[in-house]
Structures are given as C-alpha cells and as structure tokens.
C-alpha cells in the first residue's frame, strides 16, 4: 500500500467533477480505478491519501506516479491562494470545492473519452467507456474485472461496425479517426505538450469530431497544459454570472491572473456552475469584476 500526503485533495471532489470517466464510488466510502494499466482502490485518512493495488504494478512501488497523477506535485495551497486574491468570485468558486485537484491523465485516453462525453451525460459515457475497456482492452486481471483502455494501434484496425456493441452512435466514427492518426504518429504527444497552445489546439482540431471544448480538454486533463480553458454551455453561463462585460476573454483574463493556471481555475468555476444550476436568467454577483 502507498500513502502519501493529500495537501488538502478530495477524492470525491476530484473524482466526480467531470473530468474523468474510470473511477467508480464504493460503498465504503473509497475509490476503484484504472489507470495506464494500474487498478487500484484509493481512500483517504487522517490526511493522507492511500492505494492499494488491485492489478498491476503496486503503487508502493511508484510513489512518484501516483503523486503525478493526483496533482501533489503541486503546490495547490498557494496556487488556490493566488487565485482567491486574484478574483472574489473565483475565490467563492474555490470554497464550493477546495479539494478538487486537475488530474494528469493519459494523453489517447482523455481524447477519446472526451470525445464519447459529446452530448452526453456522464453515466452513459462511463457506460461506454467501460464497455470500450472490456471489448477491446487487455485483461489486467485475468479475471474480466480490470481491463486497461485500448490502445491506438488496436483500435485504428477496426470499421465503425465493430463498435457497434458500445452504443457509441456517430461518435464511433470519431474514436476511429482519433486512434488512426495517433496509431500513424499524427498526434505527437511531445509535440503537443511543447507547442504554443493554440497551434497545439489547431492540431487536435484536424481530428474528425474534435472541436475547441474537446480539444481545450484534452490539452487541460491529458497533456496538464494548465492554461487550456474548455468553455461549454455551463462555463458560458458562469463567465456571464462571474464577470463583467469588461472581461471580453476570461481564459486571457485568468491566465493573467493566476499565472497561466485558468484550466485549473475553470475546473472550480464549473464545479461551482453545475452545484449553482446556473441558467440564461442567472443573475450576475455584484462582488465580481
């Protein structure tokens, strides 16, 4: 088993915000999930964070890829304080869910979840995204519980027909244009990581399905580029209820102010949009600037 120390992360806040589809909550309170090939139940005490590996390597023995994972690696503390100074409503934001960290995930894996998430809801994408795992993913287990998410390469030889049994409708479609071009070396991780975000962005966009939402979460959830800002229907609310018309780019604006972290910050201000059931009619908090 590892611990390590959570620096104020909550796994259910972090788990369960949208930003990824292959944690499920147990009834003890703990978390079960794949990661990269690793199954592992993950829980918190006393301030720590603890795994226990379920399939595959044993945490223990990789300290430094789950604290990666979970984001430990930084220092949220004083980012969260940096970005409560920067913006009162941003700070009211943080309050809502102070423990959500923006996790570091698999580069394939983020596309094409988010790609299946399109007009969708999150229980039938984790149903999908579960049903691509134990279809075409390898056993890690041996015993058809845990199964790793498929790779490129596998997933680049099949026709729309044989995804027929996820129910993924036109997205399919879409899964297979995305796993050609990384199967090919058309999607260059390292390159995307090193290149100026918008150009990162142009690239992920000449995939078919792949618009600027999809794309901006991709570069935020799988390549940490922590100043992409994903911008759907509850962001577009809670950018009208937050700021003034002064603000013609909130990305801009809070990348300005918390140092190039408004992808972090983005993930409290939706948090904050969908608790809030924000609507068209929402009013605008006079304590924002």
């Not at 796993?179 to 962005?201: I, Q, S």
Request: aromatic content about 10%; overall charge positive; glycine content about 10%.
């Amino acid at each position: 088993m590892l611990t390590l120390d959570a620096n104020g992360l909550c796994l259910a806040q972090t788990l369960d915000c949208g930003q990824c589809f292959r944690w499920q909550p147990q009834p003890d309170g703990s978390w079960v999930g794949v990661v990269e090939g690793r199954a592992v139940q993950a829980w918190q005490e006393d301030g720590r964070l603890c795994l226990a590996g379920l399939a595959g390597p044993d945490p223990a023995a990789e300290p430094g890829f789950w604290r990666g994972y979970f984001a430990l690696d930084l220092d949220y503390p004083a980012l969260l304080a940096q970005m409560r100074a920067a913006h009162k409503g941003l700070a009211a934001c943080i309050d809502g869910a102070p423990g959500i960290r923006v996790l570091r995930q698999p580069f394939f894996e983020t596309l094409i979840t988010f790609l299946i998430s399109q007009n969708n809801n999150i229980p039938r994408i984790k149903g999908i995204v579960d049903r691509l795992c134990r279809g075409l993913g390898q056993s890690l287990d041996g015993a058809g519980r845990f199964y790793a998410f498929p790779t490129a390469g596998r997933l680049a030889e099949l026709a729309e027909e044989d995804l027929a049994f996820l129910r993924a409708g036109w997205r399919s479609g879409y899964i297979l244009d995305a796993a050609r071009r990384a199967a090919a070396g058309r999607l260059d991780e390292a390159a995307l990581r090193a290149a100026p975000l918008d150009r990162a962005r142009a690239c992920l966009m000449e995939v078919r399905g792949v618009g600027p939402k999809v794309a901006d979460c991709t570069l935020l959830y799988g390549l940490g580029r922590w100043e992409a800002y994903p911008v759907d229907v509850w962001m577009r609310r809670a950018g009208q209820a937050l700021f003034t018309r002064r603000v013609k780019d909130p990305a801009a604006y809070l990348n300005r102010k918390t140092g190039g972290h408004a992808g972090i910050a983005q993930q409290y201000i939706f948090a904050w949009a969908r608790s809030a059931g924000l609507t068209e009619k929402t009013h605008k908090n006079p304590a924002c600037d």
